[in-house]
């Protein structure tokens, strides 16, 4: 089966598909990590109609997370917001039987659909937090020990990643923030955003092996 990872340069989760014996790719912008890689390097709508069985995307979040939302005025008045909601919203309308969209908590739970899943990294064994939004055409939601709606913070796991906490200046409040965002902010530019929007490896997995299975016992369906 043919498989499409879409704006996706970390390879994580294509070379877990291909390892199961799919036909992946991923396509992006920038090169893949993996030299070795089956990989497309540029405008994901230059492929996205190539008779692909799946595709499983990762938008760009940059102009559509909630954590940006400092600076949401200036975006929607230069435009950059608008470019971000209509690729996403162009990535829905594929024509692909099985589509997974992955993206962090943001404006397109509004603006095109509540998410079929949210899930959190730690569901999946990473000491992380990260709420994660999973919109899902003809695929099942991913199975994890969370509490049965999905939608709530109480599970349990009794480890939810690594934080980083503070005293701010300003308002004398203690502030947390996940250990790994923090040290993202080390890094600089693209360096940085590549570790943000970067999958982790059980929800890597997860995708792999849980929709590889499926996909593969409903080819012929």
């Known amino acids: 089966?043919?498989?499409?990872?879409?704006?996706?340069?970390?390879?994580?989760?294509?070379?877990?598909?291909?390892?199961?014996?799919?036909?992946?790719?991923?396509?992006?912008?920038?090169?893949?990590?993996?030299?070795?890689?089956?990989?497309?390097?540029?405008?994901?709508?230059?492929?996205?109609?190539?008779?692909?069985?799946?595709?499983?995307?990762?938008?760009?979040?940059?102009?559509?997370?909630?954590?940006?939302?400092?600076?949401?005025?200036?975006?929607?008045?230069?435009?950059?917001?608008?470019?971000?909601?209509?690729?996403?919203?162009?990535i829905t309308k594929a024509k692909i039987k099985h589509i997974a969209i992955e993206n962090p908590v943001g404006i397109m739970s509004k603006i095109y659909m509540p998410p079929t899943q949210v899930i959190q990294p730690y569901y999946f064994g990473d000491k992380a937090q990260k709420t994660t939004c999973l919109w899902l055409k003809n695929l099942p939601p991913l199975y994890h020990n969370a509490a049965p709606n999905l939608f709530d913070d109480v599970v349990t796991h009794t480890d939810k990643g690594e934080f980083f906490e503070w005293i701010d200046s300003k308002t004398g409040k203690k502030k947390r923030q996940p250990l790994w965002f923090k040290e993202a902010r080390s890094l600089k530019g693209d360096e940085r955003s590549k570790v943000r929007s970067k999958t982790f490896p059980g929800i890597a997995q997860a995708m792999s092996s849980q929709w590889g299975t499926f996909l593969l016992n409903h080819k012929n369906q």
């Open 1 to 90: 089966m043919r498989i499409l990872i879409a704006c996706e340069e970390s390879d994580e989760v294509r070379g877990r598909f291909e390892e199961i014996g799919f036909d992946a790719w991923s396509c992006d912008l920038q090169k893949n990590r993996n030299p070795k890689a089956k990989h497309y390097q540029g405008n994901v709508f230059d492929i996205i109609n190539d008779n692909w069985d799946a595709m499983i995307a990762f938008p760009p979040c940059t102009h559509l997370a909630v954590s940006g939302a400092a600076w949401f005025e200036q975006k929607r008045k230069d435009g950059r917001q608008q470019q971000g909601i209509d690729f996403f919203l162009q």
